[in-house]
């Protein structure tokens, strides 16, 4: 179940374009006459003159369900589920309309609502997305309705405007991280792809606290894309693909012990070897690096050398 949410100016543009679809049916009203638009549009009309300084005051919701959830649903069940989705959304005290499409697959039906309620006070939409998104996935968990897996079951060729975009953000940005093992390599990819990536610094440091994807005018975080494209989520993965591509390496080759941190294991000299040198030739032996074994002092960084600590001896005072 899935829900999305519109405000507007006109009753009459709304009312006209949900009452008028092919097969609509009128499920459900409260406030207002349904036996023709013209009265509805007018009921509608004549509450929101209580509070003539609320510009946009009509609500708009559309709620869907998987053409998996048919058996479960008829008329009475979609009004009741509506009414419930209402109520939680805080849309309460007010003129509704419930009108139920039949124009594709999956079952789904609209609700025209007054923003100006009964005592003329304004229903606020403030973080209203973020509602919806929680009170749908609520009520799916709730009565038992399909979850889709993913972003991968959506139909884009239905997507419009904005939607449109952020899914074509999605399965480019993820096509391209199956392969990025730095932010340096998803950069240079998604260029090619015009979406360049915009990082949100913590105030005053040069430290990431979060990264978003721009395309043309548009702009998303990508947390708001896809939970899997946060900058945490995304540096995870670069650093797995990272690692698989080490692991996969054709240079690389398994090592026990000292030698998996770049380090060949110590020459030992007998005191048989060492009597044919001098001093010089032993300082020499001693310090040589082993055959293979790195110089560089930057691999010295793999280790956490520890001062053992000498045992102070107690004194006992006569």
């Not at 609509?24 to 349904?34: E, F, M, N, P, S």
């Not at 209402?86 to 309309?97: D, P, V």
């Not at 009520?139 to 993913?150: F, I, R």
């Amino acid at each position: 179940m899935i829900g999305k949410v519109i405000t507007g100016k006109s009753f009459g543009g709304c009312v006209r374009y949900v009452v008028q679809k092919p097969e609509a049916a009128v499920l459900d009203a409260d406030g207002i006459r349904t036996d023709a638009i013209t009265a509805m549009v007018a009921d509608f009309n004549l509450q929101r003159r209580l509070n003539p300084d609320l510009e946009k005051a009509v609500g708009h919701i559309a709620l869907s369900w998987s053409i998996h959830d048919r058996e479960k649903l008829n008329a009475q069940v979609m009004v009741d589920r509506a009414k419930e989705y209402l109520e939680k959304m805080q849309i309460r005290n007010t003129q509704y309309l419930i009108v139920l499409h039949r124009d594709r697959e999956h079952p789904h039906l609209h609700i025209v609502y007054n923003r100006v309620n009964y005592e003329g006070k304004t229903i606020s939409d403030r973080f209203q997305h973020r509602r919806n998104a929680r009170v749908c996935r609520e009520l799916t968990l709730k009565h038992g309705y399909y979850l889709a897996p993913g972003k991968g079951q959506v139909n884009r060729q239905r997507l419009k405007g904005a939607d449109k975009a952020k899914y074509v953000l999605h399965d480019t940005i993820k096509q391209a991280l199956h392969h990025a093992k730095s932010w340096q390599e998803l950069e240079s990819m998604l260029h090619g792809k015009d979406i360049t990536i915009d990082y949100k610094h913590k105030r005053g440091t040069d430290q990431v606290q979060g990264v978003s994807f721009c395309q043309g005018e548009l702009s998303f975080k990508g947390s708001s894309i896809d939970r899997s494209l946060s900058y945490g989520a995304i540096s995870r993965q670069l650093e797995q693909n990272q690692q698989q591509a080490l692991l996969l390496s054709p240079t690389s080759k398994p090592h026990k012990g000292i030698a998996q941190a770049g380090f060949s294991a110590p020459v030992i000299s007998t005191s048989r070897d060492l009597a044919r040198h001098d001093n010089t030739g032993i300082l020499e032996s001693l310090l040589a690096p082993a055959t293979g074994q790195a110089t560089d002092s930057a691999n010295m960084n793999d280790y956490h050398f520890k001062k053992k600590k000498r045992k102070k001896k107690r004194r006992i005072h006569l």
